[in-house]
């Protein structure tokens, strides 16, 4: 699935969301959750297919 550039700025923004929620986290249960979907949204930026269409497993 090729990103858009505004899909890929929505991941960013909530991956950084994700990682100030995990730094304000009172549990470290509740932090390492934050700390996994802010990859699972960092990884949606960077390691699926991009927006110019390349693949990134080709890369």
Known sequence: MIRSRE???Y???RA???I???ELADHPDA???HYELAG???NLV???ARVD???AAAN
């Open 31 to 33: 932090a390492r959750a």
């Open 46 to 48: 960077h390691n699926r």
């Open 20 to 22: 100030r929620r995990a």
């Open 40 to 42: 699972y949204y960092l």
């Open 7 to 9: 899909d890929l700025g």
């Open 11 to 13: 991941y960013r923004e």
């Open 16 to 18: 950084e969301q994700e």
């Open 53 to 55: 269409g390349s693949n």
